[in-house]
């Protein structure tokens, strides 16, 4: 395994998110990155992959973009390039609702030993809904899930009103 699948997400407001995108995008392409990085005045979503032996240049640089506030980077080891090309995007809205969201009002960040409890030990009252997309639930979804019959992202708010 020659590779890394790289993915972090940062809701946190990035004040010049138009200058990060080239920023993003020249830094990447040096490294030889493949994937999908979008930016917004709301934060960062990336999905990438490098070379294994980036790795550290990566995190450095990571580092130093986000001094104050690193977000969590999750590595997959792979055994190539798990995107064709490079996308560095800005977007006005991070996760297109097409309606305000508030990030300040998010839940409880769970570790992964957190959420297995919560699942092995789940009262009767309890629901999951699995926000995935109609395509990503077939692939997988947790047990007894609630899932959305929503083709894409943007659909969930009407669902959710439903």
């Not at 995108?21 to 020249?26: D, I, K, L, M």
């Not at 990503?136 to 943007?154: L, Q």
Request: aromatic share 14%; net charge neutral.
């Amino acid at each position: 395994m020659d590779y890394f699948a790289v993915s972090y997400y940062s809701f946190r407001p990035l004040a010049d998110p138009l200058k990060l995108v080239a920023t993003y995008q020249h830094f990447l392409e040096s490294i030889g990155a493949k994937g999908r990085i979008y930016l917004s005045e709301e934060g960062i979503n990336a999905q990438l992959s490098i070379e294994k032996r980036q790795q550290q240049v990566f995190c450095d640089w990571v580092h130093q973009l986000f001094p104050k506030n690193i977000p969590t980077i999750k590595w997959q080891a792979a055994k190539e390039h798990a995107f064709f090309k490079l996308t560095v995007k800005y977007r006005t809205q991070l996760c297109a609702f097409d309606v305000p969201v508030a990030i300040e009002n998010c839940g409880e960040r769970l570790s992964a030993q957190q959420w297995q409890q919560i699942l092995e030990n789940r009262p009767a009252n309890t629901y999951i809904l699995d926000v995935r997309n109609q395509y990503e639930s077939a692939v997988g979804h947790f047990e007894w899930a609630i899932t959305p019959n929503v083709a894409n992202f943007r659909d969930f708010p009407r669902y959710t009103e439903k």
